[in-house]
Nanobody
Framework: QVELVESGGGQVQAGGSLRLTCRYS????????MGWFRQAPGKEREGVAG????????YIDDSVKGRFTIYQDYSKNTVYLQLNSLSHEDTAMYYC???????????????????WGQGTQVTVSS
C-alpha cells in the first residue's frame, strides 16, 4: 500500500519561510520523480517542483525559482520543499506526489502522477 504523508504547512507572514515534508512508503521504484503541486481556490493544480530520486535531478517551476528548493533524504523515503520569501500568491494547498515509474520530472503535470498525498495547507498573510 502506497502512502504519501505531508506535513509542515501552516500560516506565515509574507516574507517568511516554511519547510514542507513528504514521507512516502510502499513505492519501491528507484527511478521515479517525487514532486510537489499546489492548488489555490478556484485555480488548477500546478506543479512547482520535482526531484528524480535516483540521480537527484530537479525541476523547479519558473514561478517559484529562486525561492523554493526541493531535496530528499532517500534513506528515509522523505522529500522536502523549502519555501522562502513567501507571498500571498503562494497561499494554496500543497500536495506531495509521485510519478509513474521512470517518468521524468519535467514537465510536472498531474497526468504524470500515480499517487497523491492528502495535502498540507500553506497560508501567507500579507
Amino acid at each position: 500500500q502506497v502512502e504519501l504523508v505531508e506535513s509542515g504547512g501552516g500560516q506565515v507572514q509574507a516574507g517568511g519561510s516554511l519547510r514542507l515534508t513528504c514521507r512516502y512508503s510502499g513505492y519501491t521504484y528507484r527511478n521515479k520523480c517525487m514532486g510537489w503541486f499546489r492548488q489555490a481556490p478556484g485555480k488548477e493544480r500546478e506543479g512547482v517542483a520535482g526531484i528524480y530520486t535516483s540521480d537527484e535531478s530537479r525541476y523547479i517551476d519558473d514561478s517559484v525559482k529562486g525561492r523554493f528548493t526541493i531535496y530528499q533524504d532517500y534513506s528515509k523515503n522523505t522529500v522536502y520543499l523549502q519555501l522562502n520569501s513567501l507571498s500571498h500568491e503562494d497561499t494554496a494547498m500543497y500536495y506531495c506526489a509521485v510519478t509513474h515509474p521512470s517518468e521524468l520530472c519535467a514537465p510536472m503535470e498531474p497526468i504524470r502522477i500515480k499517487y497523491w498525498g492528502q495535502g498540507t495547507q500553506v497560508t501567507v498573510s500579507s
